[in-house]
C-alpha cells in the first residue's frame, strides 16, 4: 500500500524562526518519486520539487532545503528564515511508477506572525 | 503561454442534481487528471485520462465519470450528488504515459459546495 504522513496538522512561528516540516512515506516500489507542493490560500497546488527514489542527495533552494532519507523513509522540509509568505498549506506527495497515482499527505497549514 | 485553466470557479449545487466541470490543460499537454480535495484534506485521485481514454482511477463511485476531447480538454461530471461531493476539485495535466512520471502542472480548481 501507498501512503504519505504529515504528522503535523498546523504550525505556527514567528518570522525569521526556521520551520521543518515532516512527512513519512510507505511504498513497497523500488522507483517513486517525492514531491513536495505548497497550497496558498488561492487554491492552486505550487510545485516546490521533486526527488526520484535513487536520487538521496539533499537539495538546497534559497530558503528552502528537503532531507531525504530511504532508510527511515522521509522526505523533510526545512523553511530557513520564515517569512510571512510562506503561510500556506504544505502538501507531501508520493508517485509510483507502479500505480500511475499522485498519492497525497494530508497537509500541513503552516502560519508565519510578523 | 496559459497554463491549466478550470471552469467555474465556483459552483452550488442541490443533492441529487448532476454537475459538469471543464479542465484546460496546459499548452501542449496531452493528459489529464482529476483530484478532489475536501476541506482540511489532501487532494485524492479520482482518474486520468490520456489518449481520450480513462487510463487510471482511484477509489471512486462510478457517480464520477469523465471525458477526454481530442484537443485534451477534459470534463469531469458527477451525478445524484451528495452532500459529501462538497470539495475542491483540481484538475492537473501533464506530459506522457503513466509508466514515466512528467510534472503535473495544477490548475486552480472549481470549489463545489452541494447543499
Known amino acids: 500500500a501507498q501512503k504519505v504522513t504529515q504528522a503535523q496538522t498546523e504550525i505556527s512561528v514567528v518570522e525569521k524562526e526556521d520551520v521543518t516540516l515532516d512527512c513519512v512515506y510507505e511504498t513497497r516500489d523500488t522507483t517513486y518519486y517525492l514531491f513536495w507542493y505548497k497550497q496558498p490560500p488561492s487554491g492552486e497546488l505550487v510545485f516546490l520539487i521533486r526527488?526520484?527514489?535513487?536520487?538521496?542527495q539533499n537539495e538546497i533552494s534559497g530558503r528552502y532545503s528537503w532531507n531525504f532519507q530511504k532508510s527511515t523513509s522521509s522526505f523533510n522540509f526545512t523553511i530557513t528564515a520564515s517569512q510571512v509568505v510562506d503561510s500556506a498549506v504544505y502538501f507531501c506527495?508520493?508517485?509510483?511508477?507502479?500505480?500511475?497515482?499522485?498519492?497525497f499527505g494530508q497537509g500541513t497549514t503552516l502560519q508565519v506572525k510578523p | 503561454d496559459a497554463g491549466v485553466t478550470q471552469s467555474p470557479t465556483h459552483l452550488i449545487k442541490t443533492r441529487g442534481q448532476q454537475v459538469t466541470l471543464r479542465c484546460s490543460p496546459k499548452?501542449?499537454?496531452?493528459?489529464v487528471s482529476w483530484y478532489q480535495q475536501a476541506l482540511g484534506q489532501g487532494p485524492q485521485f479520482i482518474f486520468q485520462y490520456y489518449e481520450e481514454e480513462e487510463r487510471q482511477r482511484g477509489n471512486f463511485p462510478d457517480r464520477f465519470s469523465g471525458h477526454q476531447f481530442p484537443n485534451y480538454s477534459s470534463e469531469l461530471n458527477v451525478n445524484a450528488l451528495l452532500l459529501g461531493d462538497s470539495a475542491l476539485y483540481l484538475c492537473?495535466?501533464?506530459?506522457?504515459?503513466?509508466?514515466?512520471?512528467?510534472?503535473?502542472?495544477f490548475g486552480p480548481g472549481t470549489r463545489l459546495t452541494v447543499l
Open positions: 526527488r526520484n527514489s535513487f536520487d538521496e
Open positions: 492537473a495535466s501533464s506530459l506522457g504515459t503513466l509508466d514515466s512520471y512528467n510534472e503535473q502542472f
Open positions: 506527495a508520493l508517485f509510483s511508477s507502479n500505480t500511475g497515482k499522485l498519492i
Open positions: 499548452s501542449g499537454h496531452d493528459t
